[in-house]
């Protein structure tokens, strides 16, 4: 079951893994060329937090220290922090599958 991956700003097919990078958040996740996403990046919309790249280190460290850090909320006797902590984790885990399903599993 394979599926053609086309960038979302010059709609050239996306082959290599190395070369996709998923960005845009939950609710408008889409697939980008490498080449794209650093023009993007620089723009100011990519400024913002939800336009970091899904399939990255730098999303694995953010979701592990978000579940660090609601582990430890509760003994810093910091209830909603726990929560707080866990959800973002939580969207970060689901957007980590949703872009592994959708795009990454059809690119080398
Ligand atoms: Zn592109």
């Known amino acids: ?3 053609t991956i086309v960038c979302g ?3 050239q097919q996306i082959k290599k893994n190395d070369d996709l990078v998923t960005s845009g958040g ?14 993007k990046e620089k723009s ?4 913002f937090f939800n336009e970091q790249p899904v399939n990255s280190i730098g999303n694995i460290v953010f979701m592990v220290f978000m579940i660090g850090m609601a582990s430890i ?3 810093l006797d910091w209830a909603w922090g726990s929560l707080l902590f866990g959800l973002l984790a939580l969207i970060t885990i689901i957007e980590r599958v949703y872009s592994y399903c959708v795009y990454e599993r059809h690119v080398n």
């Open 73 to 75: 909320a509760p003994f």
């Open 1 to 3: 079951m394979s599926k």
């Open 26 to 39: 939950l609710l408008k996740l889409e697939p980008f060329c490498s080449k794209c996403y650093a023009t």
């Open 44 to 47: 100011f919309v990519g400024l």
């Open 9 to 11: 700003n010059c709609h």
